[in-house]
């Protein structure tokens, strides 16, 4: 390698690292910012080096907000949303893919057409179906409309159609029908992909914010992201309370990420047709 | 006989198996997908009913300034992210790609992480950033126009604003992508070219960017559709305003409904952003299949 080249190379990587670290700054700053005093937030010489470490405005938060109680909305409602979503999606998707019914061909295109259809043009007449079943201000009201995610289908039935046909034939010559094979044969096989859609599923249904602030109207039933809207109302410009609520609301999925972030990214390249 | 039985259990089984779908699709999708269309023909309020007045909503809608105005913001909105984001994803992707073991997955890290935040923690911790008295980047736009500017409120800088923001927020996902892409061309074609003696920029232009084509085409439609969809960070950073300025299609179908309870003329803009996304949709997974990916 030549000395130009070298150089080259050392001042991408020095150019990478200044991008990262400008990408991350926004996160960064508001962690300092959650950390201090609301008068030292203001105050002018408040620096971008950390000077004090007051958890002060946490506490706030945690005492004064319904914070736990979105807590708990949010982990209900992405938990069934995601268990449902998947083992709904992995039947169906199994179903298309190894068993022959009449219907199935139209099946699959209605799924395939339904993941370019844009759900957020539907939440008027969603909303008007919830109220008619009494389900606003409910979890049944915050999960349902978000029960369909036709991408699950179409990543399990490509990996389904993957699985070589000699698997099945121990289990059919022991008189095992098609809830035995998918559920002791194809669901073990794609473990690696279940997992990877079921994380992805959570934190999509963890973030969703249109639906649930619809389908919600009295604070208590709020999920995290409606939620911590309504701090920003109750305390005005205060920021290091809005910062501690910013990062409490964003600390699940960001632990989910950092812990399974392989799995993250394999999701998103699979379910969007890119192979890593 | 019994094939004909067994044929029938085939049948039921899978019946049994897809019907969870099924069910809970035609009741919070079909069902709603089939309403919309109805509603759009009437004067219904949100809950309650209406009456036929055929083709009245559509005609009122090109007559409607405001939702003009949004259907440039959102053509305004879709140049402002669309290009910008990919080309971005696209010179981060190959920074990150040069990177090794650790330092990558950190770097990666680093781009993707506020893609997985919800979109309230990125408009309160921008809304911070950007606070006309203490934003920690008045300073920088100072050194640009001379003066503090309110950005959310000023109707020349709300959308620009808005687009970074979003960028910032999204852009995470298109670097995975490119990444996928490049981590799928084979190293000879480098190490081929390189033996010719190839420099860095020729080995961009002529090995990367033609084999990087797909995905790129892949990133550039997802983007049109998705950006079109706009609606949460314009709610929660300027509400449409300042002078309707950040008006977009998807914030009017939702004052119109939840508002102003307009259930039928909000019925019907949501029908023409249904059928301008679902047209997109067609138009992409065509040019995705023309070009070899499916």
């Given at each position: 390698m030549t000395r130009t080249r070298k150089f080259e190379n050392w001042m991408l990587t020095s150019g990478t690292f200044v991008a990262a670290a400008l990408w991350i700054f926004p996160l960064y700053w508001a962690f300092i910012t959650s950390i201090r005093t609301e008068e030292r937030v203001v105050s002018n010489g408040a620096g971008i080096i950390p000077d004090e470490f007051k958890l002060g405005a946490y506490i706030d938060i945690i005492r004064n907000t319904n914070l736990i109680n979105w807590y708990i909305n949010s982990i209900a409602t992405a938990v069934i949303i995601t268990i449902v979503v998947i083992v709904s999606g992995m039947m169906c998707a199994y179903a298309i893919s190894q068993m022959r019914f009449p219907g199935r061909r139209i099946l699959y295109g209605v799924v395939l057409a339904s993941f370019m259809?844009?759900?957020?043009?539907l939440v008027v007449t969603q909303f008007i179906l919830m109220n008619d079943m009494g389900l606003i201000n409910t979890w049944a009201g915050i999960i349902l409309p978000q029960l369909v995610v036709p991408v699950v289908i179409i990543v399990y039935k490509q990996f389904f159609d993957a699985v070589?046909?000699?698997?099945?034939e121990a289990v059919v010559l022991d008189g095992g029908g098609d809830y035995t094979l998918l559920f002791r044969i194809y669901l073990p096989l794609n473990w690696g992909i279940t997992t990877a859609l079921a994380i992805i599923t959570f934190i999509m249904a963890w973030n969703q914010f249109l639906w649930p602030f619809l389908a919600v109207t009295t604070e208590d039933q709020m999920t995290i992201p409606v939620g911590i809207t309504q701090v920003n109302d109750a305390f005005g410009v205060f920021y290091a309370r809005l910062m501690s609520v910013a990062l409490l609301g964003a600390m699940p999925v960001a632990i989910a990420y950092l812990i399974f972030q392989k799995k993250v990214t394999e999701a998103v390249m699979i379910s969007s047709g890119v192979k890593g | 006989m019994a094939m004909l039985t067994n044929r029938r259990k085939e049948v039921a089984v899978a019946a049994s198996l897809v019907a969870p779908f099924v069910l809970i699709f035609a009741l919070v999708f079909l069902y709603p997908t089939i309403r919309l269309v109805q509603l759009s023909f009437t004067d219904s309020p949100l809950i309650g009913a209406g009456n036929w007045i055929g083709l009245d909503n559509f005609k009122r809608l090109l007559s409607d300034r405001l939702f003009l105005t949004s259907l440039k913001n959102n053509g305004y909105f879709i140049l402002l992210t669309v290009i910008p984001t990919t080309a971005l994803a696209l010179g981060i992707a190959l920074m990150v790609t040069r990177l090794r073991g650790k330092l990558q997955a950190l770097a990666l890290a680093i781009f993707f992480l506020p893609y997985i935040l919800p979109v309230p923690v990125v408009t309160h911790i921008w809304t911070w950033m950007l606070d006309f008295q203490f934003g920690v980047l008045q300073p920088v736009i100072t050194f640009f126009t001379g003066k503090p500017v309110a950005v959310f409120k000023n109707p020349y800088w709300v959308m620009p604003a808005i687009a970074a923001v979003t960028i910032w927020w999204t852009n995470g996902f298109n670097v995975l992508l490119f990444i996928a892409g490049l981590r799928n061309i084979p190293r000879d074609y480098y190490e081929a070219a390189q033996l010719d003696g190839a420099t860095r920029w020729q080995l961009f232009a002529r090995v990367t960017w033609p084999l990087l084509w797909p995905v790129t085409a892949l990133v550039l439609t997802l983007q049109l559709i998705l950006q079109l969809k706009l609606f949460d960070q314009v709610y929660l950073l300027s509400s449409g305003g300042p002078f309707n300025s950040s008006y977009v299609l998807l914030l009017m179908v939702y004052r119109e409904a939840f508002?102003?309870?307009h259930g039928g003329y909000a019925s019907a803009i949501a029908l023409v952003l249904f059928v301008i996304i679902a047209a997109l949709s067609v138009l992409q997974f065509q040019l995705l299949r023309v070009g070899g990916r499916r």
């Open positions: 259809v844009p759900i957020q043009a070589p046909k000699e698997m099945r | 508002q102003l309870n």
